[in-house]
Protein backbone atom coordinates (compact mmCIF):
# COMPACT_ATOMS: atom_id res chain seq x y z
CA UNK A 1 0.00 0.00 0.00
CA UNK A 2 1.13 3.95 -0.80
CA UNK A 3 -0.76 7.06 -0.92
CA UNK A 4 -1.72 6.51 -4.37
CA UNK A 5 -1.82 2.70 -5.05
CA UNK A 6 -2.08 -1.07 -3.19
CA UNK A 7 -2.28 -4.19 -4.54
CA UNK A 8 -5.80 -6.64 -3.66
CA UNK A 9 -6.71 -10.00 -3.85
CA UNK A 10 -10.43 -11.17 -3.80
CA UNK A 11 -12.32 -13.79 -2.12
CA UNK A 12 -12.80 -15.06 -5.52
CA UNK A 13 -9.28 -16.48 -6.24
CA UNK A 14 -8.61 -20.43 -6.44
CA UNK A 15 -4.91 -19.73 -3.85
CA UNK A 16 -6.86 -17.61 -1.04
CA UNK A 17 -7.57 -19.19 1.99
CA UNK A 18 -9.05 -17.05 4.66
CA UNK A 19 -9.08 -17.62 8.19
CA UNK A 20 -12.67 -17.71 9.52
CA UNK A 21 -14.60 -18.04 12.14
CA UNK A 22 -18.20 -20.13 12.41
CA UNK A 23 -19.98 -17.37 15.02
CA UNK A 24 -22.08 -19.29 16.58
CA UNK A 25 -19.66 -21.82 17.93
CA UNK A 26 -16.47 -19.74 17.50
CA UNK A 27 -14.96 -22.87 15.55
CA UNK A 28 -11.93 -21.88 13.17
CA UNK A 29 -12.16 -22.59 9.70
CA UNK A 30 -11.10 -21.61 6.67
CA UNK A 31 -12.57 -20.29 3.45
CA UNK A 32 -12.08 -20.74 0.14
CA UNK A 33 -13.27 -20.59 -3.13
CA UNK A 34 -13.47 -23.46 -6.04
CA UNK A 35 -14.41 -21.20 -8.88
CA UNK A 36 -17.89 -22.79 -9.49
CA UNK A 37 -20.04 -19.44 -8.70
CA UNK A 38 -19.19 -15.99 -7.95
CA UNK A 39 -22.44 -15.81 -4.98
CA UNK A 40 -20.55 -19.12 -3.24
CA UNK A 41 -17.59 -20.21 -1.16
CA UNK A 42 -16.56 -23.80 1.00
CA UNK A 43 -16.03 -23.90 4.69
CA UNK A 44 -13.37 -26.43 5.16
CA UNK A 45 -11.69 -27.77 8.38
CA UNK A 46 -14.95 -27.96 10.62
CA UNK A 47 -14.48 -30.90 12.67
CA UNK A 48 -17.75 -33.51 12.92
CA UNK A 49 -18.04 -33.20 16.18
CA UNK A 50 -18.74 -29.32 15.83
CA UNK A 51 -22.59 -28.82 15.79
CA UNK A 52 -22.44 -26.77 12.59
CA UNK A 53 -25.92 -25.87 11.42
CA UNK A 54 -27.32 -24.23 8.20
CA UNK A 55 -27.78 -20.57 8.48
CA UNK A 56 -24.83 -20.48 10.76
CA UNK A 57 -22.19 -16.84 10.15
CA UNK A 58 -18.84 -17.54 8.98
CA UNK A 59 -16.82 -14.36 10.00
CA UNK A 60 -12.93 -13.67 9.52
CA UNK A 61 -11.09 -14.87 12.51
CA UNK A 62 -8.96 -13.16 15.35
CA UNK A 63 -6.00 -15.54 13.39
CA UNK A 64 -5.69 -13.59 10.33
CA UNK A 65 -3.00 -11.48 9.51
CA UNK A 66 -4.57 -9.92 6.31
CA UNK A 67 -7.98 -9.28 7.62
CA UNK A 68 -9.76 -7.84 10.70
CA UNK A 69 -11.72 -10.04 13.16
CA UNK A 70 -15.44 -10.54 12.44
CA UNK A 71 -15.96 -9.10 8.66
CA UNK A 72 -18.61 -11.10 7.97
CA UNK A 73 -18.20 -13.42 5.00
CA UNK A 74 -21.21 -15.42 4.64
CA UNK A 75 -23.81 -17.73 5.68
CA UNK A 76 -23.61 -21.62 5.78
CA UNK A 77 -25.74 -23.03 3.30
CA UNK A 78 -25.07 -26.61 2.48
CA UNK A 79 -23.45 -29.50 4.96
CA UNK A 80 -22.34 -32.36 3.79
CA UNK A 81 -21.36 -35.31 5.62
CA UNK A 82 -19.10 -38.41 4.63
CA UNK A 83 -18.54 -40.77 6.96
CA UNK A 84 -15.31 -41.34 6.38
CA UNK A 85 -13.94 -37.80 6.18
CA UNK A 86 -13.38 -36.23 9.63
CA UNK A 87 -14.24 -32.93 8.67
CA UNK A 88 -17.31 -31.63 7.39
CA UNK A 89 -17.62 -30.18 3.64
CA UNK A 90 -19.87 -27.60 3.74
CA UNK A 91 -20.93 -24.48 1.66
CA UNK A 92 -21.82 -20.82 2.40
CA UNK A 93 -23.46 -18.15 0.62
CA UNK A 94 -21.27 -14.87 0.17
CA UNK A 95 -23.17 -11.93 2.24
CA UNK A 96 -21.02 -10.04 -0.66
CA UNK A 97 -22.37 -9.43 -4.11
CA UNK A 98 -18.80 -9.67 -6.34
CA UNK A 99 -20.59 -9.83 -9.63
CA UNK A 100 -21.59 -6.20 -8.95
CA UNK A 101 -18.84 -4.92 -6.76
CA UNK A 102 -18.06 -1.10 -6.80
CA UNK A 103 -15.89 -0.17 -4.15
CA UNK A 104 -13.64 -1.86 -1.93
CA UNK A 105 -12.27 -0.73 1.27
CA UNK A 106 -8.34 -1.05 1.47
CA UNK A 107 -7.22 -1.54 5.31
CA UNK A 108 -3.57 -0.55 6.01
CA UNK A 109 -2.20 -2.22 9.11
CA UNK A 110 0.32 -0.16 10.71
CA UNK A 111 1.77 -2.34 12.89
CA UNK A 112 2.23 -5.25 10.58
CA UNK A 113 6.08 -4.57 9.88
CA UNK A 114 6.49 -5.08 14.37
CA UNK A 115 3.79 -8.22 14.00
CA UNK A 116 6.30 -9.86 11.44
CA UNK A 117 9.30 -8.93 12.99
CA UNK A 118 7.93 -10.73 16.08
CA UNK A 119 7.12 -13.88 14.41
CA UNK A 120 9.82 -14.13 12.39
CA UNK A 121 12.54 -14.20 15.92
CA UNK A 122 10.01 -17.03 16.86
CA UNK A 123 10.86 -18.85 13.65
CA UNK A 124 14.80 -18.41 14.14
Request: a negative charge.
Amino acid sequence: VSQNFSTVISLLHRNLMVSSTLKRTNTICTVSWDGLSPIEAEVKFVPKHIDLQVGDSVVTSDYNSVFPPGIMIGIVSEIEVKEEDVYYGARIDLTTDFTSLTYAYVISDDLKAEQDSLENLLEQ
